[in-house]
């Protein structure tokens, strides 16, 4: 079956710093990939997507590529602020069911 | 903007009680979907339904049930809340075809005591 795979948490870095967050894959077909925001006492918020191989979503400075080759859609942004303090979460789609990791709590000390 | 909704926030209930979750949203969506997220598990699909009346289990559907009478509402029905069931609900819907990115509510917090 599907499966996601994201690092785990928590990652606690400084504002201004450059975050990774992995996220890897599994699954049949050619799915659509997602990355979910969370922020405390909040639902999710879709952040950005990409919908085929070798997209890159793009928002609010954070960004991530769709890579077939290596099943992968690792979420980037070069400048963290403190209000990106969220959890995060990888996703991805298969018919129309979504499949999530367990998501990663990210925190931006000043 | 979607907007999906949520009856409640905050609930607490007690060990066997019935209890109704409630989801509203107004962008016409064919599908809907009940998660719930614990700490360390992610989100995880209980019920889904891709049309009124209609409904799919999802990955741990035990406990509960749903109803979708309206298109624009779906409830989670929890027939004898036990204290496992205690958790953070988060609604959903899509749009039937496209690439599927999910609306989310805010979240109910049930507590189970």
């Excluded at chain 1, 952040?47 to 890159?56: F, G, M």
């Excluded at chain 2, 009940?34 to 992610?42: F, T, V």
């Excluded at chain 2, 109803?67 to 609900?89: C, D, G, P, V, W």
């Amino acid at each position: 079956g599907n499966s996601v795979t994201q690092m785990e948490g928590p990652v606690t870095l400084s504002e201004e710093a450059f975050l990774t967050i992995n996220c890897t894959y599994t699954a049949t077909g050619y799915p659509s990939l997602f990355w979910y925001v969370q922020y405390p006492g909040e639902g999710l918020q879709l952040l950005l997507k990409a919908t085929k191989a070798d997209d890159k979503g793009s928002n609010k400075g954070f960004e991530a590529t769709y890579r077939k080759e290596t099943t992968s859609f690792h979420l980037e942004k070069g400048s963290v602020q403190v209000s990106d303090s969220a959890v995060y979460f990888c996703a991805l789609s298969s018919n129309y069911k979504l499949t999530f990791g367990k998501g990663t709590l990210l925190t931006v000390n000043p | 903007d979607v907007k999906v909704t949520q009856s409640s926030r905050y609930l607490v209930k007690r060990t066997g009680e019935k209890v109704f979750l409630e989801c509203v949203q107004d962008m016409d969506h064919e599908n809907m979907f009940w998660y719930r997220q614990d700490p360390g598990l992610g989100l995880r699909l209980i019920y889904f339904s891709y049309d009124v009346k209609m409904k799919e289990k999802g990955d741990i559907p035990e406990g509960y049930s749903v109803s979708r009478e309206k298109k624009e509402r779906f409830s989670l029905i929890l027939e004898s809340a036990s204290t496992n069931q205690t958790s953070m609900y988060l609604c959903a819907s899509s749009l039937l075809a496209g690439v599927y990115e999910q609306y989310f509510g805010p979240g109910t917090r049930l507590t189970v005591t």
